[in-house]
């Protein structure tokens, strides 16, 4: 079974800094996809970004990029220039596309506080 | 248009009563996925859909725990004779066909007394 390891419960970050989110995943599946998804304080969860493991190109979305490292199988979120916004639960998914059921498995997520 | 919507928002319920859970995805969409999220937890899959028919229920905790999509479009969860454990956000997510971004509803919170 796949399984996704968000280490870092919480992170903070000063406003208009750079901050990294931790993601670790075990997959035996060749095809897959890595999200980032952001859940704010009760609202609903958002896609960031997302990552086809067979593209070797780190993804990139303004101010959210990855670090992809498929031997590794990590699968890092970098925020740059943080706004308040950004404060929120963001967790980490993984998705079989060699499969049948697009089902997402998450990690436990980490909550994000941006100070001003 | 619209996103997915989800009813109720908020649910109380005594231990042992029935709870039915609406989830309106996304027009067109014909992938429909419902998940639980304990307090602190990231979402748990429970069960999916593909138009009308349930393809896997694998996640579904026990058997008081039921879904539907009878015609393909809004989805039902129930869970009979709730229990306190069953207290939980229950999140339902829409996508295209073979598309692999889902779209999540606001969820219900679900709190079992």
């Known amino acids: 079974a796949q399984t996704v390891t968000q280490s870092q419960p919480e992170m903070s970050v000063q406003e208009a800094e750079t901050v990294t989110l931790s993601c670790t995943y075990d997959?035996?599946?060749?095809?897959?996809?890595l999200f980032w998804y952001k859940q704010p304080p009760s609202r609903q969860m958002i896609l960031v970004i997302r990552?086809?493991?067979?593209?070797?190109q780190n993804a990139t979305e303004n101010r959210f990029s990855v670090n992809f490292q498929k031997a590794a199988k990590s699968f890092s979120l970098k925020i740059s220039d943080s706004q308040l916004g950004d404060a929120a639960m963001y967790f980490c998914?993984?998705?079989?596309?060699?499969?049948?059921?697009?089902?997402?498995?998450f990690g436990k997520g980490t909550l994000l506080t941006v100070n001003p | 248009g619209a996103g997915v919507s989800q009813s109720p928002r908020y649910k109380v319920a005594k231990r042992g009563q029935d709870v039915a859970l609406r989830c309106d995805p996304i027009?067109?969409?014909?992938?429909l996925f419902w998940y639980q999220q304990a307090l602190g937890q990231g979402p748990e899959f429970l069960t999916y859909?593909?138009?009308?028919?349930?393809?896997?229920k694998s996640g579904l905790p026990s058997d008081r725990f039921f879904a539907e999509r009878p015609e393909g479009s809004v989805s039902t969860l129930k869970i009979q004779r709730t229990q306190q454990e069953d207290s939980a956000v229950y999140l339902c997510?829409?996508?295209?066909?073979?598309?692999?971004?889902?779209?999540f509803g606001p969820g219900t919170r679900l709190t079992v007394t």
């Open positions: 998914a993984y998705l079989n596309s060699g499969g049948s059921n697009y089902k997402l498995t």
């Open positions: 027009s067109g969409h014909v992938s």
């Open positions: 997510a829409s996508s295209w066909d073979r598309s692999y971004e889902q779209y």
């Open positions: 859909f593909q138009n009308e028919a349930q393809l896997d």
């Open positions: 990552q086809e493991a067979y593209k070797q």
């Open positions: 997959t035996s599946e060749s095809d897959y996809y």
